[in-house]
């Protein structure tokens, strides 16, 4: 049986990732310092490997002492907000962490890479909808450090022939795919609204002036259920040896605007509540929506999960932890 390793496996989309693995066959094994991540969203019986993946020994030995056959790269600091008053920790974490994780993968002989990439690396597009080919203009350290490491990621593959690299990019992951496995960011707009909620306090909507349809702004929301999906079908399509991108959005193409998304949480979690308004910030395009086609074409992309649904298995991960 196939194994590969999930770097931040112990994390919200990297503990769906490990479960996306497990269904199709496929043993994931866990890297993870726990910095972010939770031990406890690690399936049982998955290996779990408590350590940081700026150390390339750890990795490599990881690597080789259980056979992978690739690496789904998903650790690192994803907090772009924090990321400009943190710029140094987060190329640390970032592109130093990528750097490491590389290294360890040719000291391993390991030639299978996907690599969790971000929306980011767009920074504000001057279009409506994002495809692959747009230019590259990150706006944080985060982003930055993420389109340093897709530059990492080619360069590999330059320099080593067998070595096969996806870069997967998305703007805001939602829901949970299992009440196991919930949403712990303190800067993410579902569990900002959620804990809002569970402290009876009245959420927030950060303008409501745009030039969108209700006045606020349209972004894209997958579901991170799917999201895994995608992953491995990244991962399987390398193993398989067909043709891919470098890179593929994984998008809506249509977005939801923070106001459905409002509308929604007071329906699904049975929270009647009107958020409250305040002035825009500053920086806020109205709308940024990525286009999934290509990966939906390769890489069995679909939006599987309405926003009530994305609510609702968001709220009920989470009360489950409560």
């Known amino acids: 049986m196939t194994t590969w390793?999930?770097?931040g496996g112990a994390g919200y989309i990297g503990a769906h990732v490990v479960r996306a693995f497990q269904a199709e066959g496929i043993t994931p094994v866990v890297i993870d310092d726990l910095s972010s991540g939770h031990r406890e969203f690690v399936p049982e019986g998955v290996e779990f490997v408590e350590g940081s993946i700026l150390d390339t020994d750890l990795v490599a030995e990881t690597l080789t002492r259980t056979g992978c056959a690739g690496v789904m790269h998903i650790a690192g600091f994803k907090y772009a907000g924090v990321s400009v008053e943190r710029p140094l920790?987060?190329?640390a974490q970032n592109v130093t962490g990528t750097v490491s994780v590389l290294d360890a993968m040719a000291r391993a002989g390991v030639d299978a890479?996907?690599?969790?990439?971000?929306a980011s690396v767009y920074g504000t597009p001057d279009v409506d909808i994002v495809t692959e080919d747009q230019p590259l203009h990150p706006e944080s350290p985060y982003g930055e450090t993420k389109l340093i490491g897709e530059w990492l990621a080619a360069d590999a593959v330059r320099a080593r022939p067998a070595l096969r690299a996806v870069c997967l990019r998305y703007f805001n992951v939602v829901g949970s795919g299992t009440d196991e496995v919930y949403d712990s960011s303190p800067h993410n707009l579902f569990p900002l609204v959620i804990e809002a909620l569970l402290a009876g306090k009245t959420p927030h909507i950060n303008g409501d002036d745009?030039?969108?349809p209700d006045g606020t702004c349209v972004r894209d929301y997958v579901h991170v259920a799917d999201l895994a999906i995608s992953h491995v079908?990244?991962?399987?399509?390398?193993a398989?040896?067909?043709?891919?991108?470098?890179a593929y959005n994984l998008g809506s193409g249509d977005g939801l605007s923070v106001a459905q998304i409002m509308d929604a949480m007071a329906r699904m979690t049975g929270h009647d509540f009107v958020p409250t308004v305040g002035p825009r910030r500053p920086g806020d395009p109205?709308?940024?929506v990525a286009d999934g086609t290509a990966a939906a074409r390769d890489l069995d992309w679909t939006m599987r999960w309405t926003v009530d649904e994305m609510v609702k298995s968001a709220w009920s991960a989470r009360v489950a932890h409560s």
């Open 286 to 288: 109205a709308r940024i």
């Open 233 to 238: 079908a990244a991962a399987k399509a390398l």
């Open 240 to 246: 398989d040896g067909r043709e891919l991108l470098s």
């Open 210 to 212: 745009y030039a969108t």
């Open 5 to 7: 390793l999930v770097t």
């Open 113 to 118: 890479y996907v690599f969790s990439s971000s």
């Open 89 to 91: 920790h987060t190329y």
